[in-house]
């Protein structure tokens, strides 16, 4: 049985390289990480496991992959670049692989919060094109941290949030408990909470969770953070209430577009502190993602 890593780019092509072991299935690594769909049949040539970073594979183009069995997508949002149950019609299985950067994902959501709070990202802006903002920033000790969604990730950013002197409340769609965190329904977590941090997967539940009307019962001057997946929030909704104030700062590692446009009007906005896609991009979470990612090879090959 082979398998082809599609889309690698070269830091988690090293890190393959480095994990791979004695007995191992062989897996072909493809130093490109911006191939189209279309290129997935050439590039697979018949083998049985694709191993994918960030390619959609839309379920026509699975079709033509001959030999196709096995999707090992690295992350837990494959939902975003290909449809599961279609590709399980089609007899291909899509593993996920989880909790591989949850410390990091936390990091930067921690980190995005921080940076809105105080509005570095705006004053750094300005100051390179030679005006000196100064902005009155929010002083996060004491204030109510709301997490939407609370699986790993979430847990993390409640412990940091916690050991900084934040009150911390989460909503869950399941039952949940975490020493110190109080879990409450969403729209209280909206309504009380001085930020807001997204922690949910996308599926057709949360697609859309966060609109216009909930967006509305947040807290005036609230801070918003998205390091889940873009379509959880109503963006043009988003957008309205950053325009308006009701959204105090927003900071945002996920798009609807990926890569963001620069025309797109969150460009245009001061108002909001943007990473691309970067919160799990750190060398400890790689090498769990590519160790989780050679577990599902070598697990594959022995069914």
Sequence with gaps: MRGVFVDANESL??????????????????????????????????????????????TEVAKQCSGLKHVVFLGTGARSY????????????????????????????????????????????????????????????GKTLGLVGFGGIAAEVARIALGSGMTVIAWNRSPKAYPGVEFVDLDTVLG?????????????????????EKIAKMKPGVILVNTARAAIVDEEAMIDALKSGHIRHAGLDVFNTEPLPKDHPLTKIPN???????????PEASENLIHAAWEHCRRIVKE
């Design 272 to 282: 909001v502190t943007l990473s691309a896609h970067s919160a799990f991009r750190t």
């Design 192 to 212: 009380k909470s001085d930020v807001v941090s997204i922690h949910l997967l996308l599926n057709d539940e949360t697609r859309g969770l966060v609109t216009r």
């Design 82 to 141: 290909m449809n599961p149950e279609e590709l399980a019609e089609l007899g291909i299985s899509v593993h996920l692989i989880k909790g591989y950067g949850d410390t990091a994902v936390a990091e930067s959501a921690i980190a995005l919060m921080w940076s809105s709070a105080r509005v570095i990202a705006q004053m750094d802006r300005e100051m390179r094109a030679g005006n000196w903002l100064r902005e009155d920033g929010t002083q996060l000790t």
């Design 13 to 58: 092509a090293v890190v393959i390289e480095r994990l791979e072991r004695p007995g191992d299935p062989k897996v072909r690594i493809n130093r490109d990480p911006d191939i189209t769909p279309e290129q997935y049949p050439a590039i697979l040539d018949g083998a049985e496991i694709a191993i994918v970073d960030h390619t959609a594979l839309p």
